[in-house]
């Protein structure tokens, strides 16, 4: 079964950090970009940021509001992408999902057919 | 930055046809995807490259994609199909998606 699944997720002062994981089954992890996305309470899609494979460079992209703040990164022995949070702040919070493309079709134009079922960060005092 | 233009909501009487627009500059240039998302759960992609449906999706399911409009169809709407659409491009290296629309089906 094609599946992600993330952890990690937890209750966090202001200025904190968090260390989100996204385990990945059913698919060759190995060749796929893995990405970040995230949903505040009430609100829409936000993309995070994405880490290409390491066959195609491993290149990461962040979105702004995260940049300089965040760190993705994979461990393909264990087929799994990470996203460290750092200096978190209140509009941090967020369910955080990791998604990506499981055909070879999805994977070229860039559409996700696999999301994780999401880990909730809050970041309260 | 590239923005994508979603209405907020949408209403569609049971049985009749939805149309959830996206628009963006020259969008027509880019490749569409739409992601659903119903209360409580992961989105899950319902159209890609404009018009394409993964396995599973309904038939009904539909989409176009010309000038500075993309378009998501849903016909003979249903009460499962009441959710929140996004559309989605990647622009340069980074990912767009519209703010979102709420369907409603009467």
């Known amino acids: 079964e094609v599946q992600l699944v993330e952890s990690g997720g937890a209750l966090v002062k202001p200025g904190g950090s968090l260390r989100l994981s996204c385990a990945a089954s059913g698919f060759t992890f190995t060749d796929a970009w893995m990405n970040w996305v995230r949903q505040a309470p009430g609100k829409g899609l936000e993309w995070v940021g994405r880490i290409k494979s390491e066959g195609d460079g491993g290149t990461i992209d962040y979105a702004a509001p995260v940049k300089g703040r965040s760190t993705i990164s994979r461990d393909d022995s264990k087929n799994t992408v990470y996203l460290q949070l750092n200096s978190l702040k209140t509009e941090d919070t967020a369910v955080y999902y990791c998604t990506t493309a499981s055909l070879r079709i999805t994977m070229i134009v860039g559409a996700f057919d696999i999301w994780g079922q999401g880990t909730v960060v809050t970041v309260s005092s | 930055s590239y923005e994508l233009t979603q209405p907020l909501s949408v209403s569609v009487a049971l049985g009749q046809t939805a149309r959830i627009t996206c628009g963006g500059n020259?969008?027509?240039?880019?490749?569409v995807h739409w992601n659903q998302q119903k209360p409580g759960q992961a989105p899950i992609l319902v159209i890609y490259?404009?018009?394409d449906r993964p396995s599973g999706i309904p038939e009904r399911f539909s989409g176009s994609n010309s000038g500075n409009t993309a378009t998501l169809t849903i016909s003979r709407a249903q009460a499962g199909d009441e959710a929140d659409y996004y559309c989605q491009v990647w622009d340069s290296s980074t990912v767009v998606f519209g703010g979102g629309t709420k369907l409603t089906v009467l």
């Open positions: 490259r404009d018009t």
């Open positions: 020259n969008i027509g240039r880019k490749n």
